[in-house]
């Protein structure tokens, strides 16, 4: 199978590199945008994918713009039987999908029709999915909506926040791209239509990881866990400093300092601290132990030694 790779980030080069190692198929090109600043330095850095390309001596296409002549001439040239697009981060046209043999497909993190858009993991922690999974699907003009090839399903656990989900959808999508091009190569592949109501998943805005300590303690820990990597979960200290919510836990009852909560409990009211471990937020229904922060300006710590560092204190207000 002669494949040519759309991608652009760490997690696509996962997928990059799971072909490029698999001797039944020829990986005959990488596409992936033109290098740009990254990091605090904004040295010029290549795409992760570019970078695996590199290690692999397989050919590397930036362009500019994925409708040009010269790029398309360039992808009919190594013939290629099957586009894959992961995490490529632009539309794939008509003109360019329509070259390979069989087409392109996609890997999305998600069992489409649900959540199609750039942020599905993110949405399904965040809407308190209990069951998500990878879907392999044929590329369309319009968004996330072309006929499945092959899906795999996975359970989300309590504990799973966005970089265990992801790990665990890079693992299945990885099964379900094989399942497709095994379905390809031997001539049995039919591309079933998107069934059910679609839902979407947009990208995150920054405003997105603002908590709003009257929702429940649920809804809060599992805007936490989703927005864990963008924007991160976050609340405004009494002095106006925000502070990142990293890790926290759902306590059922009130749980004060030394076993006493105040007698009046507000939806973003520190109650106490649990020693060695944390503090406890009141929300509109039940409470949050806030096990691990990122201080405005800060590094990663834990909740304990923040609130050690006069970071916070029982009966402060958090909004």
């Given at each position: ?6 991608g ?12 490029a190692?698999?001797?039944?198929h020829k990986?005959?090109?990488?596409v992936?945008?033109?290098?740009r ?6 040295k ?14 397989i ?6 713009s994925?409708s040009?002549?010269d ?7 190594i013939?290629p ?9 632009k539309?794939?046209p008509?003109?360019i999908?329509?070259?390979?043999r ?9 069992l ?8 599905p993991i ?13 879907s392999?699907?044929f590329?369309?003009?319009k968004l ?10 996975t ?8 970089f265990?989900?992801?790990d665990k959808?890079i ?21 079933r239509?998107q069934s ?12 997105d ?9 649920t809804?809060?820990?599992n ?8 924007p ?22 009130c ?8 007698s009046r ?6 109650t ?24 405005e ?5 834990t ?6 560092g ?6 402060d207000?958090l909004?």
């Amino acid at each position: 199978m002669n494949i040519v790779f759309f991608g652009t980030s760490e997690v696509a080069a996962h997928f990059f590199e799971h072909l490029a190692d698999n001797p039944r198929h020829k990986v005959a090109a990488a596409v992936t945008p033109t290098d740009r600043p990254s990091g605090r330095g904004m040295k010029i850095c290549p795409p992760p994918v570019k970078a695996s390309a590199l290690v692999a001596g397989i050919k590397i296409y930036q362009p500019d713009s994925l409708s040009s002549a010269d790029f398309a001439d360039g992808l009919r040239a190594i013939s290629p039987d099957l586009g894959v697009v992961v995490s490529y981060g632009k539309l794939i046209p008509r003109v360019i999908f329509e070259i390979p043999r069989f087409g392109c497909v996609n890997v999305h993190f998600s069992l489409l029709p649900r959540y199609r858009g750039a942020a599905p993991i993110q949405w399904s922690l965040i809407n308190g999915e209990s069951e998500t999974g990878a879907s392999v699907f044929f590329i369309e003009e319009k968004l996330d909506a072309g006929p499945i090839a092959a899906q795999r399903r996975t359970a989300i656990a309590d504990e799973d926040d966005f970089f265990a989900l992801r790990d665990k959808l890079i693992s299945e999508g990885k099964a379900a791209l094989d399942d497709a091009i095994a379905a390809v190569e031997s001539g049995s592949l039919r591309g079933r239509p998107q069934s059910g109501e679609p839902s979407f998943a947009p990208a995150l805005k920054k405003s997105d990881g603002k908590i709003d300590w009257r929702n429940s303690a649920t809804t809060v820990r599992n805007l936490i866990r989703g927005a864990l990597r963008w924007p991160t979960a976050f609340a405004l200290l009494p002095d106006g400093r925000a502070l990142k919510i990293l890790k926290s836990e759902v306590v059922r009852v009130c749980a004060g300092s030394d076993g006493k909560c105040p007698s009046r409990v507000s939806p973003g009211m520190v109650t106490g601290m649990v020693k060695g471990e944390g503090f406890i937020v009141a929300c509109g229904e039940e409470f949050l132990k806030i096990s691990e922060v990122r201080p405005e300006n800060g590094v990663k710590m834990t909740a304990w030694a923040f609130a050690q560092g006069r970071g916070v204190k029982a009966g402060d207000a958090l909004l």
